[in-house]
């Protein structure tokens, strides 16, 4: 099968053909039908072989498709099975410590695995699976985003759209942060109450909460907008360094969301069915996730990038 494989530091993704795998005990094979390409995808071709334990490492952390084989001692789960994979379960995230879903077929964990509402579109089943997960696990597990709260999402990409809606649902009162103004009508069509360009206009504006999706040294700005017991969660890594005044912690609590489980999956894929969530994103040919990437790379793309695999 062909798989678009990272080799190494400063060498371009390459589209590669390997073997097809075979499913250990507790595992699945998972015939691809759509894979998300994420900004973590181009951080970690960046930091390369300090973080894969080895290479070339087929890439793709969101993923979706149908079962095609199954392992030893799996229950629950049947070939013909349409599923997607939870990045941050048993088996370690793939595209970055496994052989991810850029590719014909992956292996997974069957504890890993959401199951896929009868008939949804497979882009969303993948987006779902981390853009969708992370984001909703982050405002609303770690975050704690209900009605009454003043709520501050800082991005509004691929993670911040499905986020600043799902608290919106919750019935929070919720404000977006966003530099790109070509975003701002889909925030405002999503519910919230204001956008801006800048999260620091929101300094001292009594927040109970702001969830940073970008991370471009922009959590001093978040904990500045949340009053005296406010949080601030942290989820997007732009830099791998921030700046902050240790003075603007006092009394306000800033911690770090990774993404989530299944259970938040499968929630997610009920507010796509019902269609109350309904991200932007933008399907390309499995054949395009070279040059995907280095739209990521380059901040050109609008919400979320799915490449549609197989059938």
């Given at each position: 099968m062909k798989a678009w494989q990272f080799e190494g530091t400063g060498r371009p993704i390459a589209l590669n053909e390997i073997p097809d795998p075979q499913p250990g005990p507790g595992e699945v094979v998972i015939d691809m039908r759509a894979a998300g390409l994420c900004h973590s995808d181009v951080m970690y071709m960046q930091i390369g072989e300090r973080a894969m334990p080895f290479l070339p490492m087929t890439q793709g952390h969101e993923n979706a498709g149908v079962i095609s084989a199954i392992g030893e001692g799996v229950t629950g789960w049947e070939v013909g099975d349409a599923v997607g994979v939870c990045p941050s379960g048993v088996r370690p995230p793939a595209g970055m410590f496994t052989p991810g879903g850029f590719a014909g077929k992956m292996v997974a964990h069957s504890a890993d695995l959401a199951r896929v509402p009868e008939g949804m579109d497979w882009a969303l089943a993948a987006l779902a699976t981390d853009a969708g997960m992370t984001s909703y696990h982050a405002i609303i597990k770690v975050g704690g985003a209900r009605e009454g709260m003043k709520v501050g999402v800082i991005g509004y990409g691929g993670l911040g759209q499905v986020g600043a809606r799902a608290a919106v649902l919750k019935g929070a009162e919720v404000h977006v942060a966003e530099t790109k103004e070509s975003v701002w009508d889909l925030a405002r069509a999503a519910g919230v109450s204001g956008v801006v360009a800048d999260a620091a206009e929101w300094a001292g504006q009594s927040f109970d909460l702001v969830v940073d999706y970008a991370g471009y040294d922009t959590t001093q700005r978040a904990l500045d907008?949340?009053?005296?017991?406010?949080?601030?969660?942290?989820?997007?890594?732009?830099?791998?360094?921030?700046?902050?005044?240790?003075?603007?912690?006092?009394?306000?609590?800033?911690?770090?969301?990774?993404?989530?489980?299944?259970?938040?999956?499968?929630?997610?894929?009920?507010?796509?069915?019902?269609?109350?969530?309904?991200?932007?994103?933008?399907?390309?040919?499995?054949?395009?996730?070279?040059?995907g990437l280095g739209r990521l790379a380059r901040h050109e793309v609008t919400g979320r990038l799915v490449a549609r695999i197989g059938d």
């Open positions: 907008a949340v009053r005296r017991g406010g949080t601030v969660v942290q989820v997007g890594l732009g830099q791998p360094t921030f700046t902050i005044n240790a003075n603007t912690i006092l009394g306000k609590t800033i911690t770090g969301s990774l993404g989530g489980t299944v259970e938040d999956i499968e929630e997610v894929y009920e507010l796509l069915r019902r269609g109350e969530i309904q991200p932007a994103y933008e399907v390309i040919g499995f054949e395009e996730i070279g040059e």
